[in-house]
Structure formats: structure tokens, C-alpha cells
Nanobody, 123 residues
Framework: QVHLVESGGGLVQAGGSLRLSCAAS????????MGWFRQAPGKEREFVAT????????YYADFVKGRFTISRDNAKNTLYLQMNSLKPEDTAVYYC????????????????WGQGTQVTVSS
């Protein structure tokens, strides 16, 4: 079992920045590929970014490329999402997820999920 807790969400103006964190506990963090997903009201959960177990490979949804950066610190059992140049359409609940395998964009392929953190971007 892997327990994930997100933090760092909040209200920010368009063009601003936020840094999300996801603290992991339970199993060996470095054994898991990690991902960030988001879900806006009335929409399905969508892929944002994913990172490999060692952090050497990262992949992003097209709509966040150049604005968001995913990273991890395996010594601290923590996943991050640096979000810059935020837009109102980035407003959503952001979730981190863990997968005991390679990176994947499909939320159905992830084994463990956090409770989410709300990000609201005002125009």
C-alpha cells in the first residue's frame, strides 16, 4: 500500500505560479512511476504529466508543455509539479498517482491515488 498526500494548491491569478507536492509513504517510493492528473467540474480526469521511477524520463500533456514541470526527490519520498503561466482553464482538482511499473498516461493504469488538491486560477 502506498499513501499519497497532495499539498500546495490554492487560488492564484492568471499568469501566476504554484508548486504542488505529493508526499508518499508506505512502500518504496522509488519503485513507482508517478503521475499528475486533474479533474475539472463536469469533466473526466485527465493526464497532466508523468515521471519515471528514477526521474530520468518525463512526459507531458500537450496543453502543459513549456509551462509545467514534474520532478521527484526519492530521498524525500516526494513528487512535485511546478506550474507556471497558469491559465483559468487550469482550474481543477489535481491528483498524484503511483504505478508499480513504467510511466503511463492512462489513469486506469495507476494503482494508488491521493485525495487531491484544488487549484483555482482567476482571470
Amino acid at each position: 500500500q502506498v499513501h499519497l498526500v497532495e499539498s500546495g494548491g490554492g487560488l492564484v491569478q492568471a499568469g501566476g505560479s504554484l508548486r504542488l507536492s505529493c508526499a508518499a509513504s508506505g512502500r518504496t517510493f522509488s519503485n513507482y512511476a508517478m503521475g499528475w492528473f486533474r479533474q475539472a467540474p463536469g469533466k473526466e480526469r485527465e493526464f497532466v504529466a508523468t515521471i519515471s521511477r528514477g526521474g530520468g524520463a518525463t512526459y507531458y500533456a500537450d496543453f502543459v508543455k513549456g509551462r509545467f514541470t514534474i520532478s521527484r526527490d526519492n530521498a524525500k519520498n516526494t513528487l512535485y509539479l511546478q506550474m507556471n503561466s497558469l491559465k483559468p482553464e487550469d482550474t481543477a482538482v489535481y491528483y498524484c498517482a503511483a504505478r508499480l511499473d513504467r510511466t503511463n498516461w492512462d489513469p486506469e493504469m495507476y494503482d494508488y491515488w491521493g485525495q487531491g488538491t484544488q487549484v483555482t486560477v482567476s482571470s
